[in-house]
């Protein structure tokens, strides 16, 4: 079967996209409302993109056309996000939080979650805190962003002052700390209504 991307729809183009292109993983974005709440989305369109500067990039669409979600208005009025890595105990969390709600309406409390301090090395408050229970959580200013298409989708990029790790999913690795992918068992996300975790891993030393 061939595609022609200039004769689809883009809603087609996203089905595509979305059921081939995976597993993707992740970006569980924490948010501060107007009214100090707190939003709370999932993403998939998002990866790593540079370690100097450290830059996270994720695309955000609108809720409708003209009308913003709430994750990137947020960004754009504070400059802040907090970004985390859900493991797959925390499924239904994130799968509520992908519900459009009203604006001010804050996922975290729809889900039931509750949010502790994200500290920073020297023993300072980030701006914003992270989501109690999550393993992994990225402490992150916004840095730049480009708009494409029509609605426009902004694909934005999010620079990591601090990361924060638990404990629990750091393990040895000849000599030095790493985070094992076992430990946190990180939740991807499919096609459709699909999501998968890691599942048999396969090892290969680089070539020199």
């Known amino acids: 079967m061939l595609y022609d991307f200039s004769d689809t729809s883009a809603g087609q183009r996203y089905f595509l996209m979305t059921q081939s292109i995976m597993p993707r993983p992740i970006a569980w974005i924490l948010t501060e409302n107007p009214d100090g709440s707190?939003?709370?989305a999932p993403f998939s369109f998002f990866t790593p993109v540079c370690s100097n500067p450290p830059t996270l990039v994720v695309s955000v669409g609108n809720?409708?056309?003209g009308i913003p979600k709430d994750t990137w208005a947020n960004i754009q009025r504070t400059g802040h996000a907090v970004v985390h890595v859900p493991s797959l105990r925390h499924i239904d969390s994130v799968n509520c939080s992908a519900a459009t709600l009203d604006a001010g309406v804050s996922?975290?409390?729809e889900a039931g979650l509750t949010?502790?301090?994200?500290q920073?090395?020297?023993?300072?408050?980030y701006p914003l805190p992270r989501i109690d229970g999550v393993d992994v959580a990225y402490g992150c200013r916004y840095q730049q962003h480009v708009d494409l298409g029509e609605a426009?989708?902004?694909?934005?990029?999010?620079?990591v002052e601090h990361l924060y790790v638990a404990d629990e999913v750091l393990v040895e690795v000849k000599d030095r700390k790493q985070i094992g992918a076992d430990e946190l068992n990180p939740l991807s996300r499919l096609g459709g209504a699909d999501y998968a975790v890691i599942g048999d891993k396969h090892s290969r030393a680089r070539p020199d």
Request: net charge negative; aromatic share 4%; no cysteine.
């Open 115 to 118: 949010t502790v301090p994200l």
């Open 63 to 65: 809720k409708e056309a």
């Open 38 to 40: 707190h939003n709370l």
């Open 107 to 109: 996922e975290v409390v």
């Open 120 to 125: 920073t090395v020297a023993g300072d408050e």
């Open 152 to 159: 426009p989708q902004h694909i934005v990029f999010l620079e």
